[in-house]
């Protein structure tokens, strides 16, 4: 569906940022590709991208390092590479709920905690470095109770983007519509997306259920 021209308005053409990526994503990787195979074939990984695996979680790094992880990865799992990024956003959603219990507790519903998301990231705060993995993220509020999400990045990121709605939504247990209405890869100058919310079971999921024993 295409963009309202309000909604056109509210991310007018601004210039892309080079930006490296934030070391939260390295870590997610890490801490997936540990559970849910071992530690030798992370370190495999690591090999074949002649990396050395030292990632802060607060720190930046080259994209080409990240892009070639995520290939290997992608090579691995037999996936292309933006579904390699979705699982990695899905995956990724119990890790944040694990290390920013606070976050997701505060909030009942996906709709709630992308919200609050811009107004609690101070530089202060632990989950703020996960808001910085998108450049200039930003909310708001659409038509019909829909949100608009944007933000600028220096690499396709949409995959990873659509994979942590996926998970969170699943987290709060919502039913959500994604609209992809921007796209840097489409030589759009921002990444924008309109997110619906098409009801909720109202029920977060027990922290004690499977998908999340794995990282515990």
């Known amino acids: 569906m295409p963009a309202t021209a309000d909604e056109a308005k509210k991310y007018p053409p601004k210039a892309l940022r080079e930006v490296a990526v934030k070391g939260i994503v390295f870590n997610w990787l890490e801490e997936i590709v540990t559970a849910e195979f071992d ?23 080259p994209d080409e390092e990240m892009t070639r992880l995520v290939e290997i990865t992608a ?6 590479l933006v579904e390699t990024w979705r699982w990695l956003g899905r ?4 890790l944040m709920a694990i290390h920013y219990p606070m976050s997701f507790a505060a909030t009942n519903t996906l709709r709630d ?8 990231m101070d530089p202060e705060s632990r989950m703020s470095n996960t808001t910085d993995i998108f450049s200039e ?16 990045a220096p690499i396709n990121l949409c995959g990873l983007a659509e994979g942590l709605a996926d998970g969170a939504a699943e987290y709060f247990g919502d039913a959500i519509e994604i609209d992809q209405l921007k796209c840097t890869i489409q030589e759009d100058d921002t990444c924008l997306y309109r997110v619906r919310f098409l009801g909720s079971d109202d029920q977060p999921l027990d922290m004690d259920d499977s998908k999340f024993v794995l990282f515990l």
């Open 39 to 61: 530690p030798e074939t992370w370190e495999e990984l690591l090999d074949q991208a002649g990396s050395d695996g030292i990632y802060a979680s607060f720190g930046s790094y």
């Open 75 to 80: 090579g691995m799992l037999g996936k292309t």
């Open 91 to 94: 995956r990724a959603v119990p």
């Open 113 to 120: 905690l992308l919200l609050s998301l811009p107004y609690t």
């Open 137 to 152: 993220f930003t909310v708001c509020e659409g038509e019909n109770e829909a949100l608009l999400v944007g933000y600028r």
